[in-house]
């Protein structure tokens, strides 16, 4: 007699949930910082789904910390209302007049569409940027590149309070400086730096890519220091991916203990890479060791 299919899925369901706790129980009270990429963030679908992992997340324990981006947004917005954008060595210059529209829109639309989208799914997130509390302090970049801002001083007073206090924070990349002038910070810098500065036992960097690639095109499950770096100067790891490895090696040196590069348009991305023996991604750690309870 052939075992109905509903029967069938609550017993893989219940398995699933079987095979997760042990894993559960080693991210109690743990930090877990996640990066959101503009490209990652995808549908209303997607973000829901996101969403609905964040307050699971919270539910059995850990305490999720998202730093939001908004890129492709920024560039819509922008060409929406005739701003040009200048360019230095391929990268934008932030004047006053784009500066304006990066709040708005990283403060704003995005920042919010992230909060209402947990809430909605009965977490209790709250909106912030760099700026309130001086979450994030910032020197000017050097470069010649406008409003961009280096960050210098973390404070993690704010979102420990909100940890008590069962809240999920969710971060805009911006900062500001000591005589009160907004910066721009790369959301994937800024996302490392706050794990950094809360000691966060992972840093989940979303974007839209599977992971670190190696030279034939396959994912990478774990990367060490040295390996990151013999890989950069073969030219495995290229491009893009560059300063998000650098992202991850500072976030480690800085006293996370790990940090994973996966792709956020997977459903349950953050829930397979925290809850599963096999993880997704590339995890990127100081000394090499099997994905496992520990």
């Known amino acids: 007699m052939t075992e109905p299919k509903e029967t069938r899925s609550s017993a893989e ?3 699933t949930l079987a095979q997760a706790l042990p894993y559960m129980q ?4 743990a930090i877990v910082v996640i990066k959101l990429g503009g490209h990652a963030m995808g549908s209303d679908k997607s973000m829901d789904m996101f969403a609905r992992d964040v307050v699971l997340m919270r539910q059995v324990g850990v305490n999720p910390v998202i730093i939001n981006g908004g890129g492709p ?3 819509q917005m922008l060409e929406k209302l005739g701003i040009k954008s200048v360019f230095k060595n391929g990268k934008r210059i932030t004047d006053e007049a784009t500066m304006e529209v990066v709040e708005m829109v990283l403060s704003g639309s995005v920042n ?3 909060v209402q989208a947990i809430n909605r799914v009965g977490g209790y997130a709250v909106g912030l940027s760099g700026k309130d509390a001086n979450l994030i302090l910032c020197d000017q970049a050097e470069g010649g590149f406008g409003l961009v801002g280096k960050p210098r001083k973390i404070n993690p007073k704010v979102l420990k309070t909100l940890f008590g206090a ?4 969710v971060i805009s990349p911006l900062g500001a400086g000591v005589n009160g002038e907004t910066y721009n910070i790369n959301g994937d810098t800024a996302a490392g730096v706050i794990a950094a500065g809360l000691n966060a036992d992972r840093l989940l960097l979303l974007t839209d890519v599977d992971g670190v690639k190696d030279a034939a095109g396959k994912i990478i499950p774990e990367l060490t220091p040295d390996t990151i770096e013999k890989l950069i100067a073969d030219g495995t790891i290229s491009g893009g991916m560059i300063p998000k490895t650098k992202t991850a090696l500072n976030a480690i040196e800085g006293g996370v203990r790990a940090a ?3 792709d956020g348009r997977e459903p349950n991305a953050c829930l397979l890479e ?3 023996e096999q993880g997704a991604g590339t995890i990127i750690r100081s000394t090499a060791q099997p994905h496992a309870v520990s």
């Open 13 to 15: 369901t219940a398995k």
């Open 73 to 75: 947004m920024i560039n």
């Open 26 to 29: 080693r991210y109690d009270n």
């Open 274 to 276: 925290l809850f599963t």
């Open 112 to 114: 919010k569409r992230i």
């Open 260 to 262: 994973v590069i996966l």
């Open 166 to 169: 069962g809240m999920i924070p």
